[in-house]
């Protein structure tokens, strides 16, 4: 072999190990995101199906739910400094979050958090004189911030950055807190999105009514009040009996996600779909006009 095709070998193989690497470090990030995409696909209506098939652009719901990390990459200002605040809230105490004082619109209203950045994008959804390449921005934005809030450290404290300085070993092995929740639990089952999603969803219609019957503001407070229990970290060596105590809320965390993804986009886009059986009440998408 000569020194020219060493090279070119050399190169390829280094390409190959680095994507291998970045690719690892936000797969299981990934696929939390892509979870709740298939659950939420899952529990669509046709009508729903045929009105984001154009938002879509070919791709699948839990396709583009990690699209917003992914963007991260984009050398933009938006992309590297002002799309961070979207994915997150920091909330210290319940009474520090005020939903009422939220004023957004599809044309007013800065996005300042995740929730903030779920009633943009409901509004933009539903406004008729918005852009076609608004709304798949926004629309691809959803799918993915729905997922953020209802990971409990997307909702933690911000002098410790959502759990990031948070400091713990997860079976001997240095980690944080929140990217235990974001990628070292669901790692830790070695499934794909699609047979993670198979094994948790679910057709109980109890249960699928008991999670529609909320809205957002409600999803953000879910996640603090488990985010609060979640920083009583102790030594902060966990293993076996740390999955074992928080599988059951990981698990129902993505479910939540998933059903209310699909409630979400069912009450924007199919008006006939009943409200705490397929979709969201009607009434709370209505708090962006208020």
């Not at 994008?121 to 729905?146: G, M, N, P």
């Not at 957002?216 to 009040?225: A, G, I, N, Q």
């Amino acid at each position: 072999m000569n020194i020219s095709a060493k090279i070119k070998s050399i190169v390829i193989i280094s390409t190959f190990l680095t994507f291998s690497i970045i690719n690892k470090s936000h797969a299981w990030a990934q696929n939390g995101h892509r979870v709740v995409g298939q659950i939420a696909e899952n529990h669509l209506t046709d009508k729903t199906k045929m009105a984001i098939a154009h938002l879509l652009e070919g791709d699948k719901l839990p396709e583009v739910t990690t699209w917003a990390d992914e963007m991260r990459s984009d050398p933009s200002k938006f992309w590297k400094k002002e799309s961070v605040i979207w994915h997150y809230i920091n909330i210290n105490e319940a009474e520090d979050f005020k939903p009422n004082r939220y004023r957004i619109t599809a044309t007013k209203g800065e996005v300042t958090d995740a929730y903030s950045a779920i009633l943009k994008s409901i509004a933009v959804l539903q406004s008729e004189q918005t852009s076609l390449d608004k709304k798949r921005f926004y629309f691809r934005f959803l799918t993915h911030v729905v997922g953020d809030i209802h990971q409990p450290m997307h909702v933690g404290r911000k002098d410790d950055r959502g759990g990031n300085d948070v400091k713990v070993k997860y079976f001997n092995k240095d980690t944080n807190l929140h990217s235990l929740w974001d990628k070292d639990l669901l790692e830790g089952e070695n499934l794909s999105f699609s047979e993670y999603a198979y094994f948790i969803d679910t057709t109980n219609k109890e249960l699928i009514s008991q999670y529609l019957a909320s809205e957002p503001k409600d999803w953000v407070l879910e996640s603090f009040h488990i985010a609060k229990k979640l920083y009583e970290v102790d030594d902060g060596n966990f293993s076996y009996s740390y999955v074992y105590e928080q599988k059951n809320t990981m698990n129902t965390r993505l479910l939540q996600g998933g059903i209310r993804l699909a409630g979400l986009l069912n009450a924007i886009f199919d008006p006939s779909a009943i409200p705490l059986v397929q979709a969201l009440k009607l009434s709370q998408t209505n708090e962006v006009n208020n």
